[in-house]
């Protein structure tokens, strides 16, 4: 039986590295919404020079659902002090590209086949990115929800990483309380939450549990 790795004692390992470093690294973030990004933000933002938040979600429909998140993520990041500077990077919506990808994959339950799917379509674009623009490392909100698989996040973005030359931050955001502490986070913020990760079949899901 494989030994379940733990992704919050790597994490922490990596950035007690982080802060000892003379110039600290640059982080492109992948964020999926505000609520994810809150306690994110607050946990990573002293180990870091600067934090671009990528909000790359082809997944989200309607197109008014994605603006709204999107507006959420840059209200609440007007609104907070961070630990560095704090920036949002707009991804290019492009739902048409998720559909395709999940095209025969409609009626899998959520969690299965197509949310690995959505999870590399999401994390090779993010790791693209980082590689375009100069970034040290990148990663993702996603590992915060209890309903994310972390240890395929984790696989993914450390094979992306490897292959494009920029390593992946592995990380389970939701360990050490951090998923509690995003609600409270939501709460104190007004910030809008939702609970579907914002593609059509998880809202059927949702709404027909």
Request: proline share 6%; glycine share 8%.
């Amino acid at each position: 039986m494989q030994q379940k790795i733990n992704y919050q004692k790597i994490l922490e390992k990596k950035l007690a590295e982080f802060e000892a470093m003379a110039v600290k690294p640059r982080l492109l973030l992948h964020a999926c919404c505000a609520p994810c990004s809150s306690y994110t933000l607050e946990y990573l933002s002293p180990y870091f020079r600067e934090i671009s938040v990528f909000f790359y979600n082809p997944n989200i429909t309607p197109t008014e659902e994605y603006n709204y998140r999107l507006a959420e993520l840059q209200r609440m990041m007007e609104n907070v002090q961070y630990g560095c500077p704090v920036t949002v990077l707009p991804g290019i919506y492009d739902p048409e590209r998720f559909t395709a990808m999940a095209r025969g994959m409609e009626s899998l339950p959520e969690g299965g086949g197509r949310c690995y799917k959505c999870y590399d379509l999401r994390l090779r674009e993010t790791g693209r990115t980082a590689a375009e623009s100069g970034f040290d490392w990148f990663t993702t909100t996603l590992s915060i929800s209890p309903y994310k698989n972390a240890a395929w996040l984790n696989e993914i973005g450390t094979r992306i990483g490897e292959e494009l030359g920029v390593p992946y931050l592995q990380s389970d955001f939701k360990k050490n309380g951090g998923y509690a502490r995003s609600i409270v986070l939501s709460k104190e913020y007004g910030l809008y939450r939702q609970n579907w990760c914002g593609c059509v079949y998880s809202r059927r899901d949702a709404e027909n549990p």
